[in-house]
């Protein structure tokens, strides 16, 4: 049997090509018969859907992956998980790579670009952390996501709330959700 896993970090990761309707689309075409797909951050190696699949996988079947940062992160981590896969006969092919062999060649060019495949993922990480590091130097510079609502607007959350309203209601008719409105209800009364 012929199983395709599409992976995405977050539901709307669509970047490069990496969306999981375009690798859905990318496994179809290729004639995958089944298709497991994750939501799920690709820094851990605990991917349920994926280990779950690893367990079903029987001698003879063969695993397809759209791009080899969606089947792992790490060198060891893959390199493991495609070893393991030998040993019990089943096939792993990396759509953007082509059919990774049993053979010592087959074992090192994977052994290769897992390697790059980490290295980009730790050089995306230093240019986020570089970024970061420069926009602190603006004075303007805030942490976390921008505030996106008026003191008015918060104010006017708030008397609904007096007002008997739940935060579920308030949040129905002003649009701000419960935790901001828990936020804002703290800091006032301080």
């Given at each position: 049997m012929v199983y395709g896993y599409a992976r995405v970090s977050t539901l709307g990761q669509s970047r490069d090509g990496n969306s999981l309707e375009d690798q859905v689309n990318a496994l179809k075409e290729y004639g995958?018969?089944?298709?497991?797909?994750?939501a799920f951050s690709g820094k851990t190696m605990d991917r349920?859907?994926?280990?779950?699949?690893?367990?079903?996988?029987?001698?003879?079947?063969?695993?397809?992956?759209?791009?080899?940062?969606?089947?792992?992160r790490t060198t060891i981590e893959g390199v493991q998980?495609?070893?393991?896969?030998?040993?019990?006969?089943?096939k792993v092919h990396i759509l953007n790579m082509g059919l990774v062999e049993d053979t010592n060649v087959g074992r090192l060019i994977l052994t290769i670009m897992?390697?790059?495949?980490?290295y980009e993922r730790g050089m995306i990480v230093e240019r986020t952390q570089m970024g970061k590091a420069i926009?602190?130097?603006?004075?303007?510079?805030?942490?976390?996501?921008?505030?996106?609502?008026?003191?008015?607007?918060?104010?006017?959350?708030?008397?609904?709330?007096?007002?008997?309203?739940?935060?579920?209601?308030?949040s129905a008719i002003t649009g701000i959700s419960k935790s901001t409105i828990i936020r804002a209800r703290r800091s006032s009364k301080c």
């Open positions: 995958c018969q089944e298709i497991i797909t994750e349920p859907r994926f280990r779950e699949l690893l367990e079903r996988l029987t001698a003879n079947d063969t695993l397809v992956v759209c791009k080899l940062d969606r089947f792992a998980t495609v070893q393991d896969l030998f040993n019990k006969g089943i897992l390697a790059f495949a980490e926009a602190k130097q603006n004075s303007s510079f805030r942490e976390g996501r921008p505030k996106k609502y008026t003191k008015v607007q918060i104010n006017h959350a708030l008397s609904l709330l007096e007002e008997g309203l739940s935060y579920k209601e308030v």
